[in-house]
């Protein structure tokens, strides 16, 4: 099975939640306000979130005003174009410029963080670049014997320290030992936090400013791991973490296991942070770069 069809297989459970939902509430109806109403409603069921929900009513009836979506079957296309049109097209996680390229990655307890950082590791492995894994989740032992066996599986290095270690002398010891051995990768762990801890947010900050003392520009992406199937409740995360230390990209995974799966649209819409890639799978290969044309399609079709 190829991914678009993992993609498509994986959004079944969103499929049923926004589009069938929407087609029932299409069925024989004449397009008018009172049906626009409804779909907003709808949309915001879905997880879409009320500021994207609003914003694609608000364009639709606009198109309908001008006529441009007078029957139910317009509607439909004209919402595919929307809801394509909102999403950013992301870039994924490309190794560029200085060496090394150094990914922070941060998130919740549970989210499929470490085992994203493994997925994360082989494929920079497979594309034939030198990585570096840094065990900064010093709290958990069991973190860092996880990373461990990820780093074997993707033929990384790792950095470690021993249990209850700094989390930043970890990730400044990684970062240096891969400047000296002209690594091109480095992808650091850190603690599953509580969003609503402040000491661990501020330990997050100290991170940062380390990993940037050794290496100026980095780090140079700062991952946010978010699970798809707690919904709304990842935008409050993604706020925080933001507000913290300025996230850059969002890999969100779980999308095979959720009804929610309209949360990337509220995610563009109300953070304006690009979803980089989504998980439907176990496989190494079911994280992938997240392609709106792609979601939309196996949403849709």
């Known amino acids: 099975m190829g991914f678009f069809d993992k993609l498509k297989q994986g959004l079944a459970k969103t499929r049923k939640t926004l589009i069938e939902n929407t087609e029932a509430l299409f069925r024989g109806r004449t397009v008018d306000e009172g049906l626009l109403e409804e779909l907003e409603e709808v949309l915001i069921m879905s997880d879409v979130g009320p500021q994207a929900a609003s914003a694609i009513t608000g364009s639709l009836r606009e198109k309908v005003r001008q006529g441009k979506a007078s029957n139910t079957r317009d509607l439909k296309n004209a919402l595919k174009e929307e809801i394509r049109r909102m999403l950013k097209e992301g870039t994924g996680i490309m190794c560029a410029g200085e060496k090394p390229y150094v990914v922070l990655t941060v998130g919740v307890n549970g989210v499929g963080k470490t085992t994203t950082i493994g997925k994360l590791a082989r494929r920079f492995t497979d594309q034939g670049f030198s990585v570096t894994l840094a065990a900064a989740d010093t709290f958990r032992a069991a973190a860092i014997e996880q990373?461990?066996?990820?780093?074997?599986?993707?033929g990384a290095q790792i950095v470690k320290h021993r249990s209850g270690a700094d989390p930043a002398a970890v990730a400044f010891d990684a970062v240096a030992s891969a400047k000296a051995k002209n690594v091109d990768v480095?992808?650091?762990?850190?603690?599953g936090r509580l969003h609503t801890k402040t000491n661990l947010m501020e330990e997050l900050k100290k991170i940062k400013r380390v990993v940037s003392k050794e290496a100026p520009s980095a780090p140079h992406e700062i991952l946010l791991v978010v699970d798809a199937t707690s919904g709304q409740n990842a935008i409050n995360q993604a706020k925080i973490?933001?507000?913290?230390?300025?996230?850059?990209?969002?890999a969100l995974t779980k999308l095979d296991g959720t009804a929610k799966g309209g949360i990337i649209i509220a995610i563009n819409k109300e953070l304006n942070i690009p979803v980089k890639?989504?998980?439907?799978?176990?496989?190494?290969?079911?994280?992938?770069?997240?392609n709106p044309a792609e979601f939309v399609d196996a949403l849709f079709d």
């Open 147 to 154: 990373l461990e066996i990820w780093a074997q599986r993707a």
């Open 186 to 191: 480095v992808i650091i762990d850190t603690a």
């Open 241 to 250: 973490f933001n507000d913290a230390v300025g996230v850059t990209g969002i």
């Open 277 to 290: 890639l989504i998980g439907v799978g176990e496989a190494v290969e079911d994280l992938q770069d997240f």
